[in-house]
């Protein structure tokens, strides 16, 4: 008897396929840049340049979001970014906030882990929502964006033609094929990329023989959301098997075949579900269920030796592929679309050279390899791929419920924000080496509460709330002095066409007659960032740290700003 499968309890949107002006099989407008791929990454792409007001063309090949099962976790990085490309509202409605998880060994528990999360911040460590929902919300907020973001449904790319001076593609709709040029390709186009293969490009890496079969069930249960793990649970043995609850009642279960199983056989839904109810029986969850999805999953850590090929940059599973374990897939791609969305819109603009675009690569390569080391320790702790690593893991389990030492050998090691420590665009390092506690040049602000006034009236927010897409000076004092040297920096900036934000950060109600202020309310701000009355901090547009200064001077500021455009 087959057994009832449930639809997910989500309707997607289709959308026909559209073509634009053409002369003679060629589109007539030429394009600043061409984006392939409408998923979570190349979405967030073109957000990203829609918020620095360059209009972008994005192609998929499908006519809605995604189906399946895909990614289902977005850290707090990721929703920062969200939120600079207007969308984190949908995430924070949707969404499924967790701030850890826990692991067992058989039928014991061996660790409870606890992810970063205090008053300081705004955003949860985590949120689970399906990737459909996410491309949706990210889809909705670019349908808003329609001045600047113009998205081909049903639009698949056919052919490259990557020059020294642009890109050509070949386009394939159900009405025609045409062309289009464009200065700059960004390639977020998956895991099997077409723009990878037609451009002659291989990833690296290692492959996993161990695989996992992913399944989606609908279960109404007030569990709350947690990453759970089991190691060789009762139900079953020799196995590991993870459980992510998301909206709408749909759960998320993986589990490892054992070796020697035949992965075909192992997916029909008479050899899937016994195991889902033995689990389900096991977790104590006794409500009616029904399978929605079966899937096949093999880990790879993977990645090209370099991000940009020319006019061509790739993206998210285009560039790399990492382990799902430590959720650092989606989020990672998202990362790259935030870094090359700001600097392929400067160079687009002209306001930086084209070597801009090299530190996108070297920054995101060197974060691949970061992900790709956490991901490959975690995989061969979940999924061991020899008897050496089983042997090991089997010790650290049965030892970790008695030595809470241990237990951090078994911590997933779940994905946070990166810093880009050797970046060619950091500078002023002579003077970052004076600061004993705060950011360093390459990492992300930390998040503080702030009083922020503007406009004559104040009102709560955090930190994050200050940045803008441009680079941003925060000034911190204590009320004294004059923003006026700040203010003809900010000038000297613009009639460059260079955006540049001033913020006054201060320990008092009194922010010395700033426009654009914020007042340290808590106390925690200056003792976190270790700044006095005039120090300051630079920060890029992707929210990264450029420079900092105990004593800084317009002088200098303006030279590393220049210095990164052109470096």
Not at 353 to 378: F, I, P, Q
Request: with cysteine.
């Amino acid at each position: 008897m087959t057994p009832e499968f449930a639809p997910y309890p989500f309707t997607a949107k289709r959308y026909a396929a559209a073509l634009p002006p053409l002369r003679n099989g060629i589109e007539e407008k030429h394009r600043p840049v061409v984006v392939v791929g409408g998923g979570p990454v190349g979405l967030t792409t073109a957000l990203g340049l829609a918020n620095h007001g360059v209009p972008v063309v994005l192609i998929e090949a499908d006519d809605s979001v995604c189906t399946g099962s895909r990614a289902i976790c977005i850290s707090r990085r990721s929703l920062e970014i969200m939120e600079r490309v207007g969308a984190v509202d949908g995430f924070k409605k949707i969404g499924l906030p967790w701030t850890g998880g826990r692991s067992y060994y058989r039928d014991a528990e061996v660790l409870h882990f606890k992810m970063p999360q205090d008053d300081n911040q705004k955003l949860p460590p985590m949120v689970n929502l399906a990737q459909y929902h996410i491309e949706q919300i990210l889809l909705d907020r670019a349908e808003e964006r329609a001045d600047l973001i113009d998205i081909r449904w049903q639009t698949k790319v056919t052919a490259i033609d990557a020059r020294d001076d642009g890109v050509r593609l070949t386009l394939s709709t159900p009405h025609c094929d045409y062309e289009i040029t464009a200065d700059w390709l960004v390639a977020a186009d998956g895991g099997r990329s077409f723009v990878r293969e037609s451009l002659g490009q291989q990833l690296q890496g290692t492959s996993y023989e161990g695989r996992y079969v992913i399944v989606d069930i609908l279960l109404d249960s007030a569990r709350p959301a947690e990453r759970l793990a089991y190691f060789d649970p009762p139900c079953n043995p020799g196995s590991t098997v993870l459980v992510h609850k998301q909206p709408d009642n749909v759960w998320r279960i993986d589990y490892q075949l054992q070796e020697g199983e035949d992965p075909e056989a192992a997916i029909r839904p008479e050899n899937v579900l016994p195991r889902v109810a033995s689990l389900l029986e096991m977790m104590g969850e006794t409500g009616a269920w029904k399978p929605i999805w079966i899937t096949l999953y093999k880990a790879n850590a993977l990645t090209l030796e370099r991000y940009r090929h020319g006019r061509v940059m790739f993206a998210g599973d285009a560039a790399h592929l990492v382990p799902i374990f430590g959720v650092r897939g989606a989020n990672s791609g998202i990362d790259d679309a935030d870094n090359v969305a700001w600097k392929l819109a400067y160079v687009t603009k002209g306001l930086a050279s084209e070597k801009l675009l090299d530190s996108y690569s070297s920054e995101r390569v060197a974060a691949a390899h970061e992900n790709l080391s956490y991901g490959t320790k975690s995989t061969e702790f979940m999924a061991p791929p020899s008897f050496a690593f089983e042997l090991m893991r089997k010790a650290v389990l049965s030892l970790a419920f008695k030595h809470p030492q241990i237990r951090a050998l078994i911590n997933p090691r779940q994905t946070s924000a990166i810093t880009y420590a050797d970046s060619p665009l950091n500078s002023a390092s002579e003077h970052s080496a004076a600061f004993a506690v705060g950011p360093v040049p390459g990492a992300v602000l930390p998040e503080c509460p702030l009083v922020i006034l503007r406009d004559g009236k104040t009102h709560g927010g955090h930190l994050t709330d200050l940045l803008s897409p441009c680079f941003v000076l925060l000034h911190f004092t204590d009320g004294s002095g004059s923003p006026t040297a700040w203010a003809a920096l900010e000038r000297n900036m613009l009639a460059t066409a260079i955006p540049l934000r001033i913020v006054t950060l201060a320990q008092s109600e009194n922010c010395g007659g700033a426009d654009y202020a914020a007042w340290d309310s808590t106390g925690r701000l200056f003792p976190m960032y270790g700044a006095v009355h005039g120090t300051v901090y630079l920060v890029r547009p992707d929210g990264h740290v450029l420079a900092r200064w105990q004593q800084g001077n317009p002088g200098e500021i303006e030279a590393a700003i220049r210095r990164a455009l052109h470096v």
